[in-house]
């Protein structure tokens, strides 16, 4: 008898528990899949320049005192890298993307809100620019030059560096407002070189020098920073997790290293 009653309570029990865990259980499938099987659907204008006509047109002193253009900026950027940046959210798989065509036309603000039928069937709308370029904000030269008796040899090596800033904000359609924005930089670096050899014997130096360069790439700099933008999208709008941290640190980190070096002029 005393079996049986072990037995009922253990049963008993267990079904208590069953009943605790299901209810869990099932929201935690439901959160999983209410998730995954529903990807926000976001729009993204044509991609602006507002860093200004050097972006464009800039030119600069080269080495020899020449000048060398360092503008790379084109009209048809705007759609090339709005092409970029949508298919680099689609493939996130976390995003649908509305229609393009229609969206890269310039509508005024208050269409995007919801005068305008296609655009206003996004939940968010991602407006990127350009907001600052800086081609060869840094760089650092080595030099060595070395004699064997009558061979010579030597090496140059310079590197640079390409800033640019992109100013993105997500427009949210239901309420109007800019719920989030954000300052993504990229850099990109290039390397000249020049190496020297040849025979030095009295007045008679045959030493020769051969010289490579590769320019700095603005868009390459622009793509790395077209990624970052995504991974800000997907962190603050889909993921939501402890990446939002790490944006804020890095937010955080780049006002401080750019304080007093604001300027218009």
Same mark, same amino acid.
């Given at each position: 008898?005393?079996?049986?009653?072990?037995?009922?309570?253990?049963?008993?029990?267990?079904?208590?528990?069953?009943?605790?865990?299901?209810?869990?259980?099932?929201?935690?499938?439901?959160?999983?899949?209410?998730?995954?099987?529903?990807?926000?659907?976001?729009?993204?204008?044509?991609?602006?320049?507002?860093?200004?006509?050097?972006?464009?047109?800039?030119?600069?002193?080269?080495?020899?005192?020449?000048?060398?253009?360092?503008?790379?900026?084109?009209?048809?950027?705007?759609?090339?890298?709005?092409?970029?940046?949508?298919?680099?959210?689609?493939?996130?798989?976390?995003?649908?993307?509305?229609?393009?065509?229609?969206?890269?036309?310039?509508?005024?603000?208050?269409?995007?809100?919801?005068?305008?039928?296609?655009?206003?069937?996004?939940?968010?709308?991602?407006?990127?620019?350009?907001?600052?370029?800086?081609?060869?904000?840094?760089?650092?030269?080595?030099? =060595?030059?070395?004699? $064997?008796? /009558? +061979?010579?040899?030597?090496?140059?090596?310079?590197?640079? @560096? !390409?800033?640019? &800033?992109?100013?993105?904000?997500?427009?949210?359609?239901?309420?109007?407002?800019?719920?989030?924005?954000?300052?993504?930089?990229?850099?990109?670096?290039?390397?000249?070189?020049?190496?020297? =050899?040849?025979?030095? $014997?009295? /007045? +008679?130096?045959?030493?020769?020098?051969?010289?490579?360069? @590769? !320019?700095?790439? &603005?868009?390459?700099?622009?793509?790395?920073?077209?990624?970052?933008?995504?991974?800000?999208?997907?962190?603050?709008?889909?993921?939501?997790?402890?990446?939002?941290?790490?944006?804020?640190?890095?937010?955080?980190?780049?006002?401080?290293?750019?304080?007093?070096?604001?300027?218009?002029?």
């Amino acid at each position: 008898m005393q079996i049986n009653e072990r037995r009922i309570r253990s049963i008993f029990f267990g079904f208590l528990n069953l009943l605790f865990l299901i209810p869990s259980n099932i929201a935690y499938a439901d959160n999983l899949i209410t998730k995954e099987s529903k990807p926000i659907t976001i729009a993204v204008r044509k991609f602006k320049n507002f860093a200004g006509d050097f972006a464009e047109n800039g030119v600069v002193e080269g080495v020899n005192g020449e000048k060398v253009r360092v503008g790379f900026w084109k009209p048809s950027f705007e759609i090339k890298l709005a092409e970029v940046l949508t298919n680099e959210l689609a493939n996130t798989g976390h995003f649908t993307v509305v229609e393009r065509a229609n969206l890269y036309e310039v509508y005024d603000e208050q269409s995007l809100l919801g005068i305008n039928k296609k655009a206003s069937a996004a939940r968010y709308i991602v407006i990127a620019s350009l907001s600052d370029y800086i081609p060869n904000t840094a760089g650092s030269r080595k030099n =060595s030059d070395s004699r $064997l008796l /009558i +061979i010579r040899s030597g090496k140059d090596r310079t590197k640079v @560096e !390409t800033y640019v &800033a992109v100013d993105v904000r997500v427009i949210d359609t239901k309420s109007g407002t800019i719920p989030f924005s954000r300052t993504i930089e990229g850099t990109t670096s290039s390397v000249s070189k020049a190496d020297r =050899s040849g025979l030095a $014997l009295g /007045i +008679i130096d045959t030493t020769s020098e051969t010289r490579s360069f @590769e !320019t700095t790439s &603005a868009t390459r700099a622009l793509r790395a920073a077209l990624i970052k933008v995504v991974d800000y999208l997907d962190c603050q709008l889909y993921l939501k997790n402890e990446c939002l941290k790490d944006f804020e640190v890095e937010e955080f980190n780049r006002k401080k290293a750019t304080e007093g070096t604001f300027s218009l002029f």
